[in-house]
């Protein structure tokens, strides 16, 4: 259906094809599909793989969790490089394939060794996804929807995730309660079960593979590239032809007396991106070390500490993804009328009283709906806040000529936070208690608020050459 709208800001008035910019969007999102399934089914698939490849030292146990996050790290600086010379619909193309592959290689995978091999290849797919989907879905929406266009990839990370979890619920709901570890090594469930909770992955994988193939490139790769017209027939796509202009001509304004054929990652450290890559940097590292993913990777012990077995264990973990997909929901339908800057601040200050909260249970020794009932606060605070609009902030506010190369930067720096975060958690919990590891998750929320109230602005409403004039000239 096509709706004529007035924008905000430089835009003028446009016919939109909602139809067309939803369809689009969605496709691009099932990066984010993938990446939340494949990063959240090892939580469920943990007390199986690490039985059966009897896995017991605290650190093996940290490395086989967060190896696929070296993958991450090597995905998102390739995508930098990558995407600005080849585009974002190819790679992105390569990483469906690449999460096809690896996921029925960890199914199949007979020694701990190749299946970490398998896990750090899937780990590439996943930063390739986490970088290019929001990115892609940023440069090609209008921007009065930008906010809830990105925030679907986030949608789509937390459905991935849901899925994921239900599937391995489902799996494992037999498991006898109380299942001594022999038992579960020996079962079905611990020989077979835990493979085809990583093998199922390819099913969805294929789809967007199919999915991509129909797609058009990005229209500001394709200005910054030289092929105004390609880009001008998509954004006519998008909101007319008259929106096609203006927007074609504001994009190639940004981008005039620059040498842009060829991005260095130096170019970031100018005296006008150095302030702006350092907001998109912490923002990213942020978002993990506000502590939230322990709870998808090392659900066993945090709820097992609460007084659950395995069983119980992954149904609470089917709940936590409900819980995350119902409150992305909800941050979709503020995220462009809030604003950006008043959710992370919600976030960073609910999920620093939770921590608190849950460190005193956990300090106090209470077990059962106390805790389940702090991580489903946690989980749907975080995932209404800091989960989709950090993706929206570092998809928007970094230049045109060097959108790509930033990017790279803050998502590898998200993934080097969120693998430092997932590895030490074994060894902070041995010092520490869980007690203490949520405290300290509670004072980086607080830090994380105080950085958001300082340093970000507003970006809602505004087109992206807009923010970049604000950010950077």
Known sequence: MITTTQTQGSEIEANYNFGYIWVVSIVAAMGGLLFGWDWVVIGG?????????????????GWANSCALVGCLAGALAAGALSDRWGRKKLLIFSALL???????????????????WRILGGVAIGLASNLSPMYIAEIAPARLRGRLVSINQLTITTGALLAQ????????????????????????????????????????????LGMLFVPESPRWLVKNGKVEAARRILTSVGGS??????????????????????????LLEPGMRRVLTLGVVLAVFQQWCGINVIFNYAEEIFGAGGYDVSAVLKNIACTGSVAFVATIAALGIVDRGGRRPLM???????????????????????????????????????????????????????NRIRGAAM??????????????????????????????????????????????????????????????????
């Not at 835990?194 to 294929?206: K, V, Y």
């Not at 590891?437 to 807009?466: A, D, Q």
């Open 345 to 399: 601040l919600f976030g960073s200050a609910s999920l620093a009283a939770i921590f608190f909260a849950l460190s005193l249970c956990y300090h106090a020794g209470l077990t059962g709906r106390p805790i389940l009932g702090l991580v489903l606060a946690a989980i749907g605070c975080y995932a209404m806040s800091l989960a989709p609009i950090t993706w929206v902030v570092i998809s928007e506010i970094f230049p």
């Open 99 to 117: 999460f096809a592959v690896t996921s029925i290689g960890n199914g199949l995978a007979p020694t701990l060794l190749i299946f970490v091999c």
């Open 242 to 267: 008259r929106y096609a202009e203006a927007s074609s001509n504001e994009i190639q304004s940004t981008l005039a007396s620059e040498e842009i054929q060829r991005v260095r990652f130096s170019d």
């Open 45 to 61: 698939a943990k007390p199986f793989f690490e039985r059966y490849f009897q896995i017991h030292d605290p650190v093996l146990v």
């Open 166 to 209: 239900i599937i391995n619920w489902r799996l494992s709901h037999n498991l006898p309660h109380g299942a001594s570890d022999e038992f579960i090594r020996t079962s079905w469930f611990g020989q077979q079960g835990w493979r085809w909770m990583f093998g199922l992955t390819a099913g969805p994988a294929l789809l967007f593979f």
């Open 408 to 473: 790279a930067v803050a998502v590898s720096a998200l993934w080097v936070a969120c693998f430092i975060l997932t590895i030490t958690f074994p060894s902070l919990r041995a010092h520490l208690g869980l007690a203490g590891v949520f405290g300290l998750y509670g004072v980086v929320c607080v830090g994380g608020f105080v950085f958001i109230r300082v340093y970000l602005p507003e970006t809602k409403g505004k087109t992206l050459e807009e923010i970049e004039r604000a950010l950077v000239d």
